[in-house]
């Protein structure tokens, strides 16, 4: 059928199907969309985090995409000190086409950190998700072609779809592995994680026609250097495939220590990812106490800043962690 509703929703769903998902260039603040086994990762009673990413605004707001996640400790009194479990639950919002499109997801996270040593400064940690899905057009937001005449734009389509809402569900499996090693004597950690996400490669059925979401696969990676107790280094990256296409981000940002105040430090944190043949992705942060808020731009590089006019687009996180358990420290990494 021959019609730009039509057209569009298979396009929206090849690239679904043979895409990405939704993702944040500040992927290392959205722990449980980056690997499930950061479930429960931190030294606290529980962690709430969101993050807004406005992708390609000069296209029609191509990409509107927000998270609210909240993960916490399970067991911590029975378990071997420095062993944990966690659990936690995860929305997530992707409106794209101007909301005319829009897929919601709810998820849900355990989680398993076993330490490696005697003071848990190594832990190997395990994680397994599961996520309820629902996709949706509104076709009333969407032109048809009947609705351009040669008296202009009639507003009206005789297309039997139109003005409805076409929507499906499905169940999708996470899961994910972690290895973290912490420093004390220097002050520095590295990590190397990899997470699996859509391993029961769900079926997306619209209209009649079927669609199988490709597993996602991710190795991310990252680091801590401490200079001085003023100045440190935080690097990070990822990799990530899914069906025919990769998306590759390496960057770092500097932090620096404001205040030394062990109740309330302040950390001020300046950097850029760089995610390749794609965008630039300059960074500026500010942690005090337990809350972190960091804010990031993607320039866009690609062919596609002609129409983007470079503009890639917005992306605003926040994170809380609510006070600290010093008695049985869960060390973590913060990008």
């Known amino acids: 059928m021959k019609r730009i509703l039509y057209t569009y929703c298979l396009l929206l769903l090849c690239c679904i199907a043979k895409a990405q998902d939704p993702h944040f260039s500040q992927f290392f603040a959205s722990p449980l969309t980056l690997n499930p086994a950061f479930t429960g990762k931190f030294n606290g ?79 190997f940690s395990i994680g397994l998700q599961g996520t309820y899905s629902n996709f949706l057009i509104n076709t009333s937001k969407l032109v048809f072609e009947d609705q351009l005449t040669t008296l202009g734009f009639t507003g009206q389509s005789k297309e039997p779809i139109a003005g409805q809402t076409l929507q499906t569900s499905y169940f999708d499996a996470n899961a994910g592995l972690l ?73 770092g940002a500097f932090q620096l220590t404001a205040s030394t105040d062990a109740t309330n430090p302040i950390y001020v944190y300046a950097g850029s990812w760089l995610r390749l043949n794609d965008a630039l992705i300059p960074y500026i942060g500010l942690e005090y106490s337990n809350t972190r808020l960091g804010v990031s731009y993607d320039v866009n590089t690609s062919s596609l800043k002609t129409a983007s006019i470079s503009k890639g687009g917005i992306e605003v996180s926040l994170i809380f962690t609510n006070q600290p358990n010093t008695d049985r420290p869960i060390n973590c990494p913060k990008f």
């Not at 378990?79 to 499109?101: E, I, P, Q, R």
């Not at 200079?227 to 990070?236: I, K, Y």
């Open 179 to 251: 290895f973290t090693s912490f420093n004390l004597e220097n002050n520095s950690n590295y990590y190397l994680g990899l997470s699996m996400y859509h391993l029961n490669k769900p079926t997306i059925n619209l209209s009649g026609t079927n669609f199988s979401l490709n597993p996602r696969y991710t190795l991310h990676a990252g680091g801590f250097y401490a200079f001085s107790d003023a100045v440190g280094l935080h690097l990070s990256g990822l990799h990530s495939s899914q069906g025919g296409s990769t998306e590759t981000v390496v960057g």
């Open 45 to 123: 009673n529980y962690r709430v985090a969101g993050n807004y990413r406005n992708q390609w605004p000069e296209i029609n707001n191509a990409f509107v995409t927000g998270t609210a996640s909240i993960d916490f400790h399970l067991f911590e009194n029975k378990m071997k000190s420095g062993d944990m479990f966690g659990a936690g639950f995860m929305f997530l919002t992707d409106n794209s086409a101007n909301s005319a499109v829009k897929m919601n997801y709810g998820s849900g996270s355990l989680a398993f950190h076993k330490a490696m040593d005697e003071d848990a400064n190594k832990q």
